[in-house]
């Protein structure tokens, strides 16, 4: 199992940075393949970006391409997601998720075993 905590959120003006972290503790996390999403309320979770367990692939929704980063460090059991000019729209609780089937990266939420709490991002305009 893997034990997800997401941090780094908060308000942030549009055209504004935040560094989300979530540290991951438990089974090898340097095995699972890792997703970011987000999610507002009353609409479905959203998928942002994955990461292969290396580092060595993304995939990015298009909706964030060219504004956020994801980036991992398996000696600190973390991945990281970096967003850069922000939208009022990008308002949502952030999550990150794990996934052990290193197959493929997946944007399917359905396919991720382990989530965080979660972590909330305003942005005002």
């Known amino acids: 199992q893997v034990q997800l905590v997401e941090s780094g959120g908060g308000l942030v003006q549009a055209g504004g940075s935040l560094r989300l972290s979530c540290a991951a503790s438990g089974s090898t996390f340097s095995s699972y393949n890792m997703g970011w999403f987000r999610q507002d309320p009353g609409k479905e979770r959203e998928f942002l970006v994955a990461i292969t367990w290396s580092g060595s692939h993304t995939n990015y929704a298009d909706s964030v391409k060219g504004r956020f980063t994801i980036s991992r460090d398996n000696a600190k059991n973390t991945v990281y997601l970096q967003m850069n000019s922000l939208k009022p729209e990008d308002t949502a609780v952030y999550y990150c998720?794990?996934?052990?089937?290193?197959?493929?990266?997946?944007?399917?939420?359905?396919?991720?075993?382990?989530w965080g709490q979660g972590t909330q991002v305003a942005v005002s305009s």
């Open positions: 998720a794990a996934r052990g089937d290193g197959s493929r990266l997946s944007v399917s939420p359905y396919e991720y075993e382990y």
